[in-house]
């Protein structure tokens, strides 16, 4: 689908290719809206109302190519030194710098190659601000299709020009008078020249309205309804009349534009002057119009058909209606990209964000397509694989099957074993118990003999004090008694204790360290305060390896 947006009027047709390299015309529409430039401010929702108005007549969807008129994409001729392909997008990036209005990062632009030879290159710039192309495109995909092509509306009349007219080689003018502007396209073989100018149907509009003092909307009615012969005024009328002066002032303002770009063509020698002019857009209806330029060009002067080689399919509607035809002539150039690759000048003015966006909505189907054949390439195997686990938990059945009464066999062991160990620990300690007992009377019989050796000596108490030992070291625990008892001398019963004691004491002290079950002695303490009697406390320290 292909969108023509004027400054007063949406052309929308949906073409196919046909056979012979012509186009096939499936159906088209064509609504108008008010063109007032003190309106201009809201042209974008006011020509993206009228598509969706088609668009939801003709219940249409999908992709559409725009073309923009020249109020809204700049068009700019340069020539450059001829250089090699790798350098000419650095040489590209400086002639937009120097010749485009605005920051470069403030627009989307795009040339066209017109002629290359050894010494020069001849190219058009075009380029549009960035938020305008990308409020315009939201606008328009609002009406339910997605822009996928921007491109100014003089270089889609030149494609359509050259497929409509292959034969014509010759110098040619092509005469596209809008609303706001008119183009004036010099055609020379695959060479041309595009000119946009302020010479439009506004002014013929404007110039009505003043001479008869209506509004701007009756002025164009009846602007309309003359050009269009529909108008049941008297010929001499004063409308009729100021229509006809509207469009004769017009037709000279447009003549002194034609002579001025044709004289700037020749003196830069970049186009023959041209052999013949062809007219279209919504001023080509002008009475009176192409009789003028005749007489001033002393040229031919015909109606461009924007339709010459496209076939028209039934249903199609009739395209050759004078009102229609002139409005609907660059949608041909829009719909032939075959032209368009072929003259190199497929240029797109679509924002760079929403050229990603597309290229992902074109891969999409294709990413999506190839994350569907992997997965279904990996079912197979997936499908190996769950019959293989399948499989393995069956065999694990049977294998736990198997092995239920071995792992209670095991569990009955285990538990065997846990009795046997219990038993085990409690025989060790009887043995312990019973060492004890036996260490016991060694002991108390060793400790007896000590004292009756010594003489006149007894134990009045004999208490445990504690066992230690050094976990760490993994020693046994060293057990301490506390022992308290009493010494007699018989020499000096009733008097004070004398000498004897001592030497009596060391000797007690010296035969129990001699013990086998004694390690040291500790904490003597002694008391001579009763006559003849010797109290002694000590605490002795058993060896390990001789418990008690």
């Not at 041209?274 to 109606?303: C, F, Q």
């Amino acid at each position: 689908m292909v969108a023509d947006l004027g400054a007063s009027h949406v052309a929308v047709g949906r073409l196919a290719g046909g056979s012979n390299g012509r186009l096939a015309l499936r159906r088209f529409g064509l609504e108008s809206f008010d063109s007032d430039p003190a309106r201009g401010t809201d042209w974008t929702l006011r020509a993206a109302q009228a598509l969706r108005t088609i668009v939801e007549r003709e219940r249409w969807s999908g992709p559409v190519t725009l073309g923009v008129s020249g109020h809204l994409a700049l068009t700019k001729f340069i020539k450059t030194p001829a250089v090699t392909k790798s350098k000419r997008d650095k040489i590209l990036q400086f002639e937009a710098a120097q010749n485009i209005p605005h920051p470069l990062a403030e627009v989307v632009w795009d040339h066209v190659l017109v002629s290359e030879d050894e010494v020069d290159l001849e190219l058009v710039l075009t380029a549009a601000k960035t938020e305008a192309m990308a409020a315009l495109s939201s606008a328009v995909e609002a009406a339910g299709v997605s822009v996928v092509r921007i491109v100014p509306a003089g270089l889609a009349l030149r494609d359509a020009f050259r497929f409509n007219y292959p034969e014509v080689t010759a110098s040619v003018l092509l005469v596209d008078g809008g609303a706001r502007s008119s183009t004036l396209l010099f055609i020379e073989g695959e060479r041309f020249s595009l000119r946009t100018v302020a010479s439009a149907g506004n002014a013929v509009t404007e110039a009505i309205a003043e001479e008869l003092k209506l509004e701007f909307a009756a002025a164009e009615a009846l602007k309309c309804d003359v050009s269009s012969r529909r108008s049941t005024l008297p010929e001499a009328a004063p409308s009729r009349e100021a229509v006809r002066r509207a469009g004769e002032q017009f037709a000279g303002r447009l003549w002194l534009e034609i002579k001025r770009t044709t004289a700037n063509l020749q003196r830069q020698a970049t186009l023959a002057p041209p052999t013949a002019i062809y007219l279209t857009g919504g001023t080509a209806l002008l009475t009176g119009l192409a009789a003028e330029l005749t007489e001033k060009s002393k040229l031919p002067v015909e109606s461009y058909d924007p339709f010459r080689r496209v076939i028209r399919l039934p249903g199609a509607e009739a395209a050759g209606d004078v009102e229609k035809a002139p409005r609907l002539a660059g949608l041909a150039g829009l719909a032939a990209p075959g032209v368009a690759q072929r003259t190199g000048s497929s240029v797109n003015l679509l924002p760079p964000e929403r050229v990603a966006a597309l290229t992902w909505r074109h891969f999409r189907p294709r990413l999506l397509g190839t994350a569907l054949l992997l997965v279904l390439a990996l079912l197979p195997p997936i499908w190996h694989y769950r019959s293989l686990a399948a499989a393995t938990r069956v065999r694990m059945a049977e294998l736990e099957r198997e092995l239920a009464p071995q792992r209670a066999r095991q569990r009955r062991n285990t538990i065997l074993l846990e009795q046997f160990d219990t038993a085990k620990r409690g025989l060790d300690d009887l043995r312990v118990q019973m060492t004890a007992k036996s260490a016991w009377r060694e002991f108390l019989g060793d400790l007896q003999v000590r004292l009756v050796e010594v003489g006149d000596s007894w134990l009045d108490r004999i208490a445990v004090v504690s066992a230690t030992g050094n976990a760490d070291s993994g020693s046994p625990p060293a057990r301490r008694l506390a022992l308290s008892g009493r010494m007699l001398d018989r020499v000096q019963v009733g008097a004070a204790s004398g000498v004897d004691f001592n030497r009596r004491m060391h000797r007690l002290l010296g035969t129990l360290t001699a013990s086998p079950f004694v390690a040291a002695i500790e904490n003597e303490r002694y008391d001579i305060s009763q006559p003849g009697i010797l109290r002694f406390e000590f605490t002795l320290v058993i060896k390990p390896e001789r418990p008690l």
